[in-house]
């Protein structure tokens, strides 16, 4: 019996890896956090009956007290109540699905306390894998990639030298404005932007897909989970969303893992690596599917990824600065405070005013948010 705490379980990741628990009796639900989604959070305690859930806020922990009260049951809020149940004594691993640079400090609370890591909070390694990768080395935790494409890198690397990797291939779907032109993105409303044709996605997310943001972000990311430079990870755009990433290696050989385009597929195997298990999902049919098809991002339209591409060339603080301005940027743009094109400039606007720090401490990074979010704020 595996026993798992769930940062994040009424977001997208989190729903998921519940269902995924829900068909397998050999894993247990020992901590449940959320945010906002009160109703939905005390529906699952109901169903998998954790020890110990967290919310948002105070008033919140008061309202999930009321719907359990017939149930015994620890409840704790905010950032206090994360860490505690990233930290809990009797979880063995500990999926991080929360959104954005809150995921930093359950991080490391789990790391210190010998937890294993299944990581959906791309941000985390973004803004803080420098701090991160060397802490998990040190407590001689595992880190284990939750999102497909960095999934898919890691069972490639699987019995593979590391040092033999010549670049990795990292695939995007081009998302749903895939071969538009600038021009033709400038009146792209919120309701276009949310519909992306291959993954059921959160908004934030699925926003960035369609920017291309979230493609550079996962570019920083995996150059610390795979200790590889940006320079040496190649986007390439695969529509059908068949193949979910690749690695090549010093003698020419390609490693791809293909499947469906479902999320339960890389949670499932991070929560039970290295073995595999049944899945209830529909499997490739390469007679239907017919052909795999490949494209070169358009960096100069999605210029989301581009500036990925310089701040992780740049390093230190940047990347947060990257990430702060998109959070606000994709924030401002759900509310439909700011046009779609205004996203990549405002992260270029932050990345260019910031101050550079080279080796940022954790309250450097969070001090670096706050003075992005500040100078975003009196741009606007």
Known sequence: MRSVSILGSTG???????DVIRKNNDLKVVALAAGTRVEELARQVREFKPELVSVGSEEGAKQLRLLTADMDLKIV??????????ALPGADVVVTAVVGMMGIEPTIAAIKAHKDIALANKETLVTAGHIIMKLARENGVSIYPVDSEHSAIFQCLNGENRSEVQKILLTASGGPFRGRTL???????????????????????TIDSSTMVNKGLEVMEAQWLFNVPADRVQV????QSIIHSMVQFVDGSIMAQLGSPDMRLPIQYALYYPHRRPLDTKPVDFYELGQITFEKPDMDTFRGLKLAYEAARRGGNIPTALNAANELAVSKFLNEEIKYLDIPEIIEYAMEN?????????????????TVYEMIESRC
């Open 354 to 370: 910031v101050e550079f720090i080279d080796n940022p401490t954790v309250e450097q990074i969070f001090a670096t948010e706050k």
């Open 77 to 86: 809020y905010g950032m206090e109540g994360l860490t505690a149940a990233a």
């Open 183 to 205: 021009k033709e993105l400038e009146n792209v409303t919120l309701n276009d932007a949310l519909k992306h044709p291959n993954w059921a996605m959160g908004k934030k997310i």
């Open 236 to 239: 390439v755009v695969q529509p």
């Open 12 to 18: 997208s990741i989190g729903t998921q890896t519940l």
